[in-house]
């Protein structure tokens, strides 16, 4: 008694794998003889695919090696100072022009970056990282932990940030390690709220639900289902938390709470040199000024290219 | 995608024991509203609907939009809660399992989603796909590429393909990487939520054929969601028919098609084109007139009397049980039988 009845229907084309063929140029043949790509390939590929990106890459790169090897590429030491010189305008033997107690601006400059380069990197990743935990725990848990952890992000958004700095920096001291800690305390809400509500949207979805059909618990499906689809805006705003961070913290140089004399950032640098708007000297403020903006610049195209990296549908041309 | 050692009717000898059992399935979603968030309403998304599928065989579940079809199949699987009501599969209580018998239980009943677009994850490849239940169950071992490789032989992908991602595949195609995820666990049931309803007709054959097989070859239980009678009569073997929470019909899928006893399946199997152009110029089509009522507010004593061209006093009063017809063809209403004036 089987009512169906069992031929097959007919089927109007055939519906086999299709070889979409993909170019032949890289990968590795399989037996079949047509070519596939491994995941991490597509990645690098869709990555230099970005020429500014690769460019902003080199160019960060660039200004670590320089920053961090300071000792070896700085045109004279760290303390070395020409009283007699005072400040004078870029030339020959101080490229970048020394500043008004005679110090060569251009290693000034690297060594300050040490400073710039390791709050701004450090503060994003440390942001990003409390950011996405706490906002997918926030999304995908939901209800009474979601309203906690949200109140928690609120408190911190509302808390005067340059007052807590202050006080922080007062009571912990003012080396760098101090203020990475506190301005990723003040950054991290960002991040945060936008993973919780890109969360929010990623969990509604099928395949978040066939996941959990499958057996998959939590953990598995927030780390594999829904943040790798959350990693275009966790990208951008480690980015912009790279250029906040050096920003802030020449505010804070500024406001003389940031890094102490003798060190000094570039932020600082261009504190020291605010007296100097609209006068010959004010090259004592574009040095410092171009470095942040090139640095910034470069960590915001790195970002776009990475997004569209980690994108498997931007595909290679 | 054929295996030629196996004759087209040849299925597997059927044990007679229950492999999905619903009984009484109710699902309330409560309405909230305002800043208090109290409950304002109920909608009655399933109200009471019990069917048994027997180990091998198809239940098809046929309704118009909103009338419980795919909320009863989320909640046989437990991805929804249910008010109350029970659901065995295989003999085990499926919502009141504890946690790790209800994990060990999902590798046992796997879902076949209606959208192939929404349902793969669009960061992962089509290989990664089928391979994560299997990660998540620990099963993904040295032999696990080579287990995903025959997964999508199984269901008619080339195994190259592994490392494509979701958007490089045709709707068709990615309906079967659908397939391939819930067939990698090796599960007793599948519920298939309106698997060909979102691919163009030509496709649908297709995937329908290898459904079919598949059944054939593992023996299969099918709990299959549908909002047209035509595209289910190929695989069904027993049909229910929804409308707005409740079980109207059920029986066989032969006696449900050529003897439909509610008025709404007559409706619905009257929407059904005859592949014949004079049978077809000869069909009479019933038109349903008004639209389906509210969940929230469902009309007193039967729930179809609203639109019912058989209405009478008594299916505004009382509510029309699902009674024998004829053995194992039950039918609610208060006036069943074929329609000679239409």
């Known amino acids: 008694m089987r009512p169906r009845d069992g031929t097959p229907i007919p089927e109007p084309e055939p519906i086999g794998p299709s070889h979409l063929l993909p170019p032949a140029d890289v990968g590795f043949a399989t037996a079949g003889g047509v070519t596939s790509r491994s995941p991490w390939e597509l990645f690098r590929r869709r990555f230099r695919r970005h020429r500014l990106a690769l460019v902003s890459l080199g160019v960060l790169i660039g200004l670590c090696i320089v920053c961090f090897g300071a000792p070896f590429f700085a045109p004279y030491a760290r303390d070395h100072q020409d009283l007699t010189l005072g400040a004078v305008g870029p030339s020959w033997h101080h490229w970048f022009g020394t500043d008004e107690l005679g110090r060569d601006e251009l290693t000034r400059l690297l060594y300050a970056g040490q400073i710039s380069l390791e709050i701004g990197l450090a503060v994003a990743a440390l942001s ?144 020291d040199a605010e007296g100097y708007v609209g006068t010959s000297h004010a090259y004592l403020l574009y040095f410092p000024g171009l470095a942040i903006l090139l640095t910034v610049l470069a960590v915001n195209f790195l970002g776009d290219g990475l997004r569209d990296a980690f994108d498997p549908t931007s595909e290679p041309a | 995608m054929s295996s030629p050692s196996v004759a087209p009717d040849a299925k597997p000898a059927r044990s007679d024991s229950a492999m999905l059992e619903v009984q009484d399935l109710v699902k309330d979603f409560p309405i909230r509203s305002g800043l208090r968030r109290g409950t304002r309403g109920r909608v009655s998304a399933v109200a009471g609907v019990s069917f048994t599928v027997p180990r091998g065989q198809t239940f098809a579940l046929v309704g118009e939009s909103g009338c419980g079809k795919s909320t009863t199949a989320r909640l046989v699987l437990r991805l929804v809660p249910a008010t109350s009501g029970t659901v065995h599969v295989d ?75 979701p958007h490089e595949f045709s709707g068709g195609q990615r ?38 097989e598949l059944q054939r070859t593992r023996n ?13 009569r190929q695989l069904a073997d027993l049909v229910g028919v929804m409308y707005l929470g409740k079980l109207v019909e059920r029986g066989p899928a032969d006696r449900l098609y050529n003897e439909p006893q509610h008025p709404y399946t007559q409706a619905l199997l009257s929407a059904v084109p005859v592949p014949d152009p004079p049978v077809e110029r000869r069909r009479r089509r019933i038109l349903l007139e008004g639209d389906l009522p509210s969940p929230t507010a469902p009309p007193s004593g039967c729930r179809f009397r609203t639109r019912c061209w058989r209405a009478q006093p008594i299916c505004a009063e009382r509510e029309p049980p699902l009674e024998s017809h004829t053995r194992e063809h039950r039918v609610a209403c208060f006036f069943p039988g074929p329609d000679p004036a239409r």
Not at chain 1, 132 to 139: E, F, P, Y
Not at chain 1, 208 to 230: F, Y
């Open chain 1, 128 to 271: 990003t990282l409390v950011g996405v935990v706490i906002g997918a725990i926030a999304g995908f848990v939901g209800k009474a932990t979601d309203q906690m952890l949200m109140r928690v992000t609120d408190l911190f958004l509302v808390l005067p940030a340059l007052a807590v700095l202050a006080l922080a920096l007062e009571k912990f001291g003012h080396d760098s390690f101090t203020i990475i800690w506190v301005l990723a305390a003040l950054f991290w809400m960002y991040v945060a709220r936008v993973v919780r509500a890109q969360v929010l949207v990623i969990r509604e979805q099928e395949f978040v639900e066939a996941a959990r059909a499958s057996g998959a618990t939590g953990p598995w499906i927030v780390v594999r289902h829904v943040l790798p689809n959350c990693v275009g805006p966790i990208v951008v705003n480690a980015t912009l938390a790279v250029a906040a961070a050096i920003v802030a913290e020449s505010s804070l140089s500024f406001l003389g709470f940031g890094v102490q004399l003798p060190a000094t950032s570039w932020g600082r640098m261009i504190s």
């Open chain 2, 91 to 165: 003999g085990v209580d499926v919502l009141r399992a504890a946690p790790a018998d209800l994990r060990r239980l999902r590798s046992r009943m796997q879902i076949v989603y209606q959208d192939p677009y929404a349902s793969l994850n669009p960061r992962l490849s089509a290989g990664a796909i089928v391979a994560d239940p299997l990660r998540v169950h620990g099963r993904f071992k040295a032999d696990g590429p080579a287990r995903v490789r025959a997964l999508f032989e199984r269901v008619g992908l080339d195994p190259v393909d592994v490392h494509r991602y």
């Open chain 2, 175 to 212: 309906q079967r990487i659908g397939i391939a995820r819930a067939l990698a666990l090796e599960p007793d049931l599948l519920v298939l939520d309106e698997p060909v309803s979102a691919l163009d007709v030509s496709i649908q054959a297709g995937v329908l054929n290898l459904l079919d």
């Open chain 2, 220 to 232: 299969l239980t099918y709990l299959l969601i549908a909002h047209d009678l035509a595209a289910v």
